[in-house]
């Protein structure tokens, strides 16, 4: 079974998708699928992307039949693909050199400027999901995208806020925490912080100073310094509690076919450690009803992401 299908309580879209019930999960007996020789790629690589084998969305969905009246439905048009950041099964964007994640970015570009131009699609997503704590199926560094044929129900309520704020919330977000004590790292292009409204703990967000709406608006200084604020801000979550740190990486760039030039990029670390050993699981209130509970003041955990080592 492969489709969407439409909540009319909700306006939203669900992916209906039995193909992910078959992807690999730890632990491998055999070996790692994402290793060089292995399964998925049978030489050796630097950094690549490819078609996810058990995808959510194709770009040649198969029919679906219609449903009841009350019911909306459509194919499960899109494009689900899987991003290595590197060959080295040991390695992580916190352990990753600086170039590395600068050729990272460079793909992410690559990606978004090459799936824009299916007119169908509406949103491209790339994200990362580390540690087994956000249903991780694989350890080898990677990540994910996502190209949706709608808009996705929070991006919606960005693009909604975005039509009542006067001027970028954004920009204005970034000069109010200038020089506050919720900054973990100040670069050049880009500001790393625990925001004022901070719905996990040790949640993070990349604001570029400059706005802009897409990776391929980025100068090449830029792509750089995104580099740097990504290897600083995830090798201090590792050192936070000495461990590897668990977390949800997720890229927001503008909405596609048509874009929005006032929508501001941005990336969002959510994390789910509230501790060193205590998970901050998403329960009935949160995920009911998005209205989040933050056992930990946004200012404490900039303290302590601040005073977290780093390496270059």
Known sequence: ??????????????????????????????????????????????????????????LDPPEISRPDAVFENAPSYGKCEVIMFTSDHNSSLSRMPIGQIEKLVYVWEDRTRDLMKYEKIKYIFPFENRGKEVGASQIHPHGQLYAFPFI?????????????????????????????????????????????????????HVYPRRHISFFTEMTPSEKFDLAVTLKVVTSKYD???????????????????????????????????RDKVNVKWMA????????????????DAAKSLKKASYTI
């Not at 699928?33 to 050796?44: A, Q, S």
């Not at 949800?248 to 909405?255: D, G, K, L, N, W």
């Not at 009935?284 to 200012?299: D, K």
């Open 1 to 58: 079974m492969m489709e969407l299908r439409h909540n009319p309580i909700t306006d939203e879209w669900i992916i209906i998708s039995s193909e992910t019930q078959k992807r690999p999960v730890l632990p491998q007996k055999e070996a790692c699928p994402l290793c060089p020789g292995i399964l998925e790629m049978k030489h050796d690589y630097d950094l690549t992307a490819f078609d996810n084998r058990y995808p959510a969305l194709r």
């Open 152 to 204: 996705p129900k929070r991006i919606q309520s960005m693009i909604d806020a975005i039509g009542k704020y006067k001027g970028c919330a954004i920009c204005d977000v970034i000069k109010a925490e200038e020089g506050t004590e919720n900054i973990v790292y100040d670069g050049e292009h880009f500001i790393a912080l625990v925001p004022y409204f901070a719905r996990f703990p040790y949640e993070v």
């Open 239 to 273: 050192s936070l509690f000495d461990s590897e740190f668990p977390y949800m990486m997720e890229i927001f760039q503008s909405p596609v076919n048509p874009a929005m030039k006032n929508f501001h990029f941005h990336i969002e670390f959510n994390p789910p450690k």
């Open 284 to 299: 009935s209130v949160e995920t009911g009803t998005w209205a989040f509970i933050n056992p930990l003041t946004p200012s």
